[in-house]
T-cell receptor, first 115, second 115 residues
Framework: AQSVTQLDSHVSVSEGTPVLLRCNYS??????LFWYVQHPNKGLQLLLK??????LVKGINGFEAEFKKSETSFHLTKPSAHMSDAAEYFC?????????????FGTGTRLKVLA | GAVVSQHPSRVICKSGTSVKIECRSL??????MFWYRQFPKQSLMLMAT?????????EQGVEKDKFLINHASLTLSTLTVTSAHPEDSSFYIC???????????FGPGTRLLVL
């Protein structure tokens, strides 16, 4: 069975400092992993995805994530936070069996960026 | 590319009425669409999965007679909340994936308030 754990429900950083949002997963299969961002009262926007290619995945808006199988982690990072990064972030693992492709969501991490 | 729209973005209705929410994939053919429900400050909860031309598959605990899903074409799925009650008030989000696709693209969501 697949599951995903986001270790921090809230993260606060100062503008211009690095961002680290942590995600650990559990999967019986070779997982596909995603990070999505949700701004208030909006839908989810795909930041990046890992689908068994390069372990370091670069996404939009300067975000990247590294797949570490030995640590079962897929942490999201950004070198320098911007005020517009304040939002809710979801780590997602997908059931990779064809015909299924259901998403299992983490509980989310709310990122606050301080001026 | 991969844009998903939802209509309406916000709806207020009286208890006992039915509400229809549309989800459209604007620039790709969505063989599979998903409907989620999100409570305030919580993660997304999958309600059902629908494949074009076939009946939706509902998650455990979701009443299929209350939440009617139709996926009549490759670009349109609808969710009808029948005989809505205040406890149905929530943020409803759809997503879509293309043929064989693992990545889901999310709509902007519909906020339903039942008085």
């Amino acid at each position: 069975a697949q599951s995903v754990t986001q270790l921090d429900s809230h993260v606060s950083v100062s503008e211009g400092t690095p961002v680290l949002l942590r995600c650990n997963y559990s999967s019986s299969y070779s997982p596909s992993l995603f990070w999505y961002v949700q701004h208030p009262n909006k839908g989810l926007q795909l930041l990046l995805k890992y689908t068994s290619a390069a372990t370091l995945v670069k996404g939009i808006n300067g975000f990247e994530a590294e797949f570490k199988k030995s640590e079962t982690s897929f942490h999201l990072t950004k070198p320098s936070a911007h005020m517009s990064d304040a939002a809710e972030y979801f780590c997602v693992v997908s059931d990779p069996r064809p015909g299924t492709y259901k998403y299992i969501f983490g509980t989310g991490t709310r990122l606050k960026v301080l001026a | 590319g991969a844009v998903v729209s939802q209509h309406p973005s916000r709806v207020i209705c009286k208890s006992g009425t039915s509400v229809k929410i549309e989800c459209r994939s604007l620039d790709f053919q969505a063989t599979t669409m998903f409907w989620y429900r999100q409570f305030p400050k919580q993660s997304l909860m999958l309600m059902a999965t629908s494949n074009e031309g076939s009946k939706a598959t509902y998650e455990q605990g979701v009443e299929k007679d209350k939440f009617l899903i139709n996926h009549a074409s490759l670009t349109l799925s609808t969710l009808t909340v029948t005989s809505a009650h205040p406890e149905d008030s929530s943020f409803y989000i759809c997503s879509a994936s293309d043929r064989g696709g693992e990545t889901q693209y999310f709509g902007p969501g519909t906020r339903l308030l039942v008085l």
